[in-house]
């Protein structure tokens, strides 16, 4: 292979992708061919089926549907890299036109034959169909009645100083205990349960005064002794929840996912209604799907005490008030300090009993809904395909019944910038679920974990394809090996700008990287293809304090919880896999299934030597006993800040307080075994680092350099290795040494494949280190196995300095709008320093002459920074298309001695033109209002540009 073929395909630089799609038929048949005679993985990475290829969530917005745009947008997610998708129908968005045209009642006659019609589209294209349940969130119908409907049990408390003669009317307390929930249900109704009057501070349940009876024609009157008290009102709200953004007839009343008759009843209702009038929807469609559980909150059902008693031993109901926290938007408790003051026994009881209320809403959820949803999908021969998280789910163990299980990715500004240690959700992509999801996923042997990827609410317009990588990227380190984006929008091409936008991410034809994007959708395809075949590696085992956080601060709403128990939780698996190591979440239960033994813990496929524990204070003796087992046969349990002192729940508290308390005495016995460790004050990264040199925890990959931006994952097939690095900063560039160990290599050949354009090149002198020269936004897949044979990964030695392009330039604007305007800039700026050009969006043309004498010392050209996708064309002719990281071309092959044109093309995002459109309400909502007030965003070509010798002086090879 000649040096300079490499250059042009190889995954550091360039225009690989370019290369590839501009050979002539005949010769991109023969690429292909060889790639089918290579082993079955490399071919499916290199040309990924559909089925690993990028969803999209296809919002049906307003079921404002007609065929013939069904199927048209069809074709156009097909030809734009999409393999799937999953039908989504959902609320018209305000602020938007909607043509006149009428929405199609779910479930209706004519909605089935659309939803038909559209199925047999995606059959014929080869796309795969999912379809979710109801529609918006949590699902429900304007049809559910009674205990059909979701229910929540909450509190109302006035605090009170006598002597004072009081009165109130149950309105009153009705409207105080109603919570700000983000999508309240205008029909729901309120009943009074239980009215007390409590002394502040409370020492005895028996100083409680019920006063229920007392209550006259709805109102109260009473006489409040001296001292301070609290005026108890225990509320049960009646289908208190309205479903968030339903379409039309899938709006109404949130179901009761307490109640099985009714979650059965509601769910065959959808598909006898769909299949009696199409058929098996098996015939069609991967997968049932359910979307956010935010159930805000929802805790109760016709038999929740009953089942409370039976299942933990003891009546709740006297204590329930204490045991309730207020809660808010999302059902998360926004006030601690909400009642009376408890004494710390009365504290310590009320907590214990509201993690058995916490744990009796889980299993009932477990067995109320998510298992009747896998059965049903079971019975309709289609796959299961959940978002099982929310509030009152076990936050492991909700996923291991599903087929599919899927998680959450999100976009937020701080996202290749930031990566800060004191709020881990800002700078990650990831959501705090991610981890528990796909660790579930591991742990029932299942490969595929979806994620709802590159949600966007506050980025909207200025999502570039390099954010979206790196967001993509930061998706796959937390165990996801699919991507559904959320999401493309049912719009018709006649809409006014910018279309019907029912959320975020704006995948649309009107967008100006639109033909850019599947150079991205490519990139996730090969991914996909790749890390489905294999298992994720870990061989460390974390268990977050989840009863503790149940006890203190009841169960949080994930993926976005208000409380984050304790605050570092996050830092502690990314420092592991930073550090060149790879783990996974447990549980209690998963621990007391385990089976001990050769110094391990073993779960299904899974086996760990190594278990850390963070802040668990509150545990199961049955848990522990299992823990002296592992660390008897040679396990290892770390206990980060606290070793676990007590049991958990209220029954027989003390006699299981002293079991606990007994074995943690046993294990400590043995303080090799069993090793109490302090948390940094900061730097989890090289505090986790120091342990595994200390305490000998092998990492498979040794990492020299770690640093918060990079970090990675490992997956095994069964006869392959794989290594993905990544770098999340979107303009720095890190060099990492890694020394990977036998384990990965052993006696394999080491390769480069390229996610970008499926090629692969083998590293002949590989020895086990290897020097990572990750550019910003940068990649790497490194596979070890057996083959052999294929292109060598040549040195290649590129100089990082090179002299500068002065201008002037001539710059060609070409506005979205049509508009073209042309100037000549004596040096290169951004273009939010430019006032007539701060608000442009479309594409940029620079153009410069460059007088060639000698070849080779014009071969590189370096763009510096550039914002927006970039493209480089010599004497007309590409040098390929640069859509994250450095932007740097060889332009060797394409110059002639003489003057030469250049010509750089980027194209820029929307968001900066946006907010200037004053009278388009659905621009302004997305860029201009309250939180969604976003910053004008750097544009253009910045540089310094730079052209560079053939060879260079860099002292290490660039991989």
């Known amino acids: 292979m000649q040096r300079r073929d490499f250059l042009l395909r190889g995954s550091l630089l360039t225009a690989g992708y370019t290369f590839l799609h501009s050979l002539p038929g005949l010769a991109r048949n023969a690429v292909t061919h060889a790639a089918a005679a290579t082993r079955d993985i490399y071919r499916l990475f290199k040309e990924p089926q559909p089925v690993y290829r990028p969803f999209v969530r296809w919002w049906w917005n307003g079921d404002k549907i007609e065929k013939d745009e069904l199927i048209r947008e069809l074709r156009v997610l097909k030809e734009n890299g ?24 779910w479930l209706s006659d004519e909605w089935n034959d659309l939803l038909l019609a559209a199925l047999k589209e995606a059959q014929s294209l080869g796309m795969v169909c999912d379809l979710i349940v109801g ?89 409040v002794p001296k001292g301070k008290y609290a005026l108890y009102g225990l509320v049960k709200i009646h289908g208190f929840m309205e479903v ?33 009038r199409i058929g098996p929807l098996s015939r069609y469609v991967r997968a049932l799907f359910t979307d956010s559980m935010e159930l805000e909150g929802a805790n109760w059902c016709s038999d929740m005490m009953e089942e409370f008693k039976k299942r933990r031993g003891y009546d709740l109901f006297p204590w329930l008030p204490f045991v309730l926290l207020k809660i808010s938007s999302m059902g998360n408790t926004y006030d601690y300090t909400y009642g009376v003051a408890l004494s710390p026994e009365l504290k310590d009881k009320t907590e214990r009993m509201r993690y058995d209320f916490e744990l009796t809403k889980a299993e009932l959820l477990e067995e109320r809904f998510i298992q ?40 937020k500004y701080g996202i290749g910038t930031k990566m800060p240690e004191d709020d881990p959700r800002i700078g990650r992509a990831y959501t705090m679920i991610n981890k528990y999801v796909s660790s579930a996923a591991h742990l029932k042997g299942k490969k595929y974990i979806s994620a709802e990827e590159l949600t966007n609410t506050d980025m909207v317009f200025n999502d570039s394809l390099e954010i979206l990588k790196i967001a993509g990227d930061q998706s796959t380190i937390s165990g996801v090996t699919h991507p559904i984006f959320h999401g493309f929008n049912y719009s018709p091409p006649d809409a006014p700008f910018p279309g019907w936008i029912r959320y975020g991410g704006f995948y649309n034809e009107r967008n100006p990287w639109w033909p850019y994007f599947r150079h991205f959708t490519d990139y996730k395809a090969r991914l996909a293809a790749l890390l489905q075949q294999g298992e994720m590696f870990a061989d460390i085992a974390v268990l977050p304090p989840t009863a503790d956080m149940w006890s203190i601060y009841s169960a949080q709403n994930e993926p976005f919880p208000h409380i984050i128990h304790p605050p570092y939780q996050t830092l502690v698996w990314e420092a592991i896999h930073k550090n060149g190591s790879g783990c996974d979440y447990v549980s209690e239960r998963v621990i007391q299934d385990a089976v001990m033994k050769n110094g391990h813990m073993h779960y299904g496929p899974r086996k760990y030597h190594t278990l850390f524990m963070i802040e668990v204070r509150s545990m199961e003796p049955a848990t522990l006993q299992k823990l002296y087992d592992f660390i008897q046969a040679g396990g290892r349990v770390f206990c980060i800040e606290a070793c676990p002192e007590k049991s958990t729940g209220w029954k027989d508290h003390e006699q299981r307080d002293a079991q606990v308390q007994a074995l943690v005495t046993k294990m400590k016995a043995q303080a090799d075994r069993f090793i109490l460790l302090k948390k940094p004050q900061k ?53 990492v040494d890694v020394r990977i160990s036998k384990a990965v290599s052993g006696n394999k050949q080491a390769w480069l494949w390229n996610p970008d354009n499926g090629e692969r090149h083998h590293l002949s002198s590989f020895s086990g280190f290897i020097r990572l020269d990750l550019g910003p936004a940068d990649s790497r897949l490194l596979v070890f196995d057996k083959t052999r044979k294929g292109p060598e990964l040549k040195p290649l030695q590129l100089n990082n300095g090179g002299e500068p392009l002065a201008g002037p330039w001539k710059v060609e604007f070409r506005h979205l709008t049509g508009a073209v305007n042309e100037m000549e800039m004596a040096d290169l700026k951004d273009l939010i320093e430019m006032e007539p050009f701060r608000h442009f969006t479309g594409i940029i043309n620079y ?34 298309v640069q859509w994250y990281g450095r932007r740097v071309y060889y332009i060797g092959e394409h110059l002639k001695p003489g003057n030469n044109a250049l010509q750089i093309k980027i194209t820029t995002n929307m ?42 002086n860099t002292p290490y090879v660039r991989i």
């Open 244 to 276: 968030i953004n339903g379409a039309p007839g899938a709006n109404g009343p949130v179901l009761n996912h307490y109640n099985k008759e009714a979650v059965n009843k509601y769910l065959n209702h959808m598909t006898d209604t769909i299949q009696n």
């Open 683 to 735: 730097d989890f990264i090289n505090w986790y680092r120091d342990i595994q040199e200390q305490y000998h925890i092998p990492p498979y990959v040794n990492i020299r350099n770690p640093h918060p931006f990079v970090t990675q994952v490992r997956y095994q097939t069964e006869d392959s290795e794989i290594l993905f690095f990544t770098n999340s900063h979107m303009d720095e560039a890190y060099t």
């Open 135 to 223: 529609s918006g969130w949590p699902f429900g119908a304007e049809y559910l009645k009674g205990e059909e409907r979701s229910q929540v049990v909450v509190i109302a408390v006035k605090k009170l100083e006598g002597p004072l003669e009081y009165e109130t009317s149950m309105f009153d307390l009705f409207k105080e205990a109603d919570p700000g929930i983000t999508s309240p249900y205008p029909g729901r109704t309120m009943e009074m349960m239980k009215v007390m009057l409590v002394p502040d501070p409370l020492n005895n349940l028996e100083d409680v005064k019920d006063l229920t009876s007392q209550v006259q024609n709805d109102h109260l009157y009473l006489s």
């Open 911 to 952: 968001g900066n033109y946006m907010k200037t459109l004053k009278d388009n309400r659905v621009a302004q909502y997305w860029t201009n209002e309250a939180r969604k007030n976003q910053p004008i965003q750097s544009m253009g070509l910045i540089g310094p540009v730079k052209v560079a010798p053939e060879e260079g």
């Open 82 to 105: 999409i393999g799937g998708v999953e039908i989504n129908p959902i609320k018209f968005p305000a602020r938007t036109d909607d043509m006149g045209k009428a929405s199609v009642m």
């Open 372 to 411: 009747p949803f896998a059965d049903w999908c079971r019975k309709n021969n289609v796959k299961s395909r959940v978002q099982a998280y929310g509030r009152g789910y076990f936050l492991l163990e909700g996923s291991f019944a599903f087929d599919l299980p899927e998680c959450e990715t999100w976009l």
């Open 847 to 880: 153009r410069h002459t460059l007088h060639v004498t000698d070849k080779q010392g014009t071969a590189w050209l370096d763009l510096g920074k550039a914002h927006g996708i970039s493209e480089v064309f010599v004497n007309g002719q590409s040098c390929g």
